[in-house]
């Protein structure tokens, strides 16, 4: 078996450079046999979609998808410079 | 006294799938705002279709919109017809260059372009051996220059500059360190430390921060949308 490292950089390789994600913000770890995906997204197809490339980059492991969703929500506070 | 009150987003990040999704959370915004700064990333894969997408999603906003595109606006070597396709739906798109807009009798100057990396001052990039790291450093280089350009020759009440690629370190807070090289250049911040403005907005930092400051003081914001989780926030620059 590869060394977590290598595993690590394939999949956040895969993220950055399969059509279906360009994701550059997710941060990948493994750990085991146990892959971590972590960061912020705005849809949930993305985040699926994510955790599928992820997937097909590292077979056999398994996929932990702690991607939050992040809702827009309506513009708050304005901030006085 | 005169006050501008400067609504803005970057990595909107959008595709087909997002039509129309963006557009809705605009609405109202010009009584919350009375410019709006988009920083970059405003596709995922810098496409036609997509360019096209994003117009639509700005197009006839009741406040000017200025934009600067990002790295994933230049992924499939289509930024130039991008440009063109946001400029037609009336969106200010700034290429290293100067823009004044007057609004409620008060001048806003904005300064901006995708900005680029090389790293933070003690620990970046620097123009030595290769001929690839060169003009990696170079490419920054020459930006920093025809942003420090621009600044120079705007006469306005306030200024911004716009950038998608940070100037400092501060909204970078939470990426990991082994990327910041590739996240922004403190070359940025001198240009705009030592032209002057009132503050710098940026984004492509996904997993930064929002606040930070230039070592000569300026406030900097990451607008990104994963960070500020809002269709945009509202800085107000009080009296010039
Ligand atoms: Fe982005
Ligand atoms: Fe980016």
Not at chain 1, 35 to 45: D, K, Q, T, Y
Request: hydrophobic share 40%; with cysteine.
């Amino acid at each position: 078996m590869d060394a977590p490292h290598y595993v690590a950089a394939r999949v956040q390789r895969a993220l950055a450079e399969d059509e279906r994600t360009v994701e550059l913000g997710i941060r990948v770890d493994v750990r085991g046999d146990k892959i971590f995906l972590r960061g912020r997204v705005s849809a949930p197809e993305r985040r699926l979609l994510i955790e599928d490339v992820a997937r097909e980059a590292a077979p056999g492991l398994s996929v932990h998808n702690e991607i939050t969703l992040v809702e827009v929500r309506e513009p708050g506070e304005e901030e006085p410079l | 006294m005169t006050q501008t009150r400067v609504a803005a987003v970057a990595d909107i990040h959008m595709g087909e799938d997002l039509r129309g999704r963006f557009r809705p959370k605009l609405h109202g915004i010009e009584d919350r705002a009375d410019v709006l700064l988009v920083g970059g990333d405003l596709t995922r894969h810098g496409t036609i279709a997509e360019g096209r997408v994003v117009a639509d999603e700005l197009r006839d906003l009741p406040i000017p919109v200025v934009a600067v595109l990002g790295n994933h606006d230049y992924h499939s070597d289509c930024e130039q017809a991008i440009t063109a396709i946001l400029r037609d739906a009336g969106v200010v798109v700034l290429d290293d260059e100067a823009t004044i807009l007057s609004m409620n009798g008060t001048t806003l100057g904005v300064v901006g372009g995708k900005g680029f990396g090389g790293g933070f001052a003690g620990k970046c990039a620097s123009e030595f051996g290769e001929p690839e790291t060169k003009a990696f450093v170079r490419h920054t280089r020459h930006i920093a220059e025809r942003w420090r350009h621009a600044l120079s020759g705007l006469d306005s009440d306030h200024r911004v500059v716009l950038s998608h690629y940070s100037p400092v370190k501060d909204t970078l807070m939470g990426e990991p360190t082994e990327i910041y090289p590739f996240l922004g250049s403190y070359l940025l911040a001198e240009a705009a430390d030592e032209e002057g403005a009132d503050l710098i907005i940026h984004g492509h930092a996904h997993l930064g921060t929002e606040k930070g400051l230039t070592p000569g003081g300026i406030q900097v914001r990451n607008v990104a949308v994963p960070v500020i989780g809002m269709a945009y926030t509202v800085y107000r620059l009080n009296g010039a």
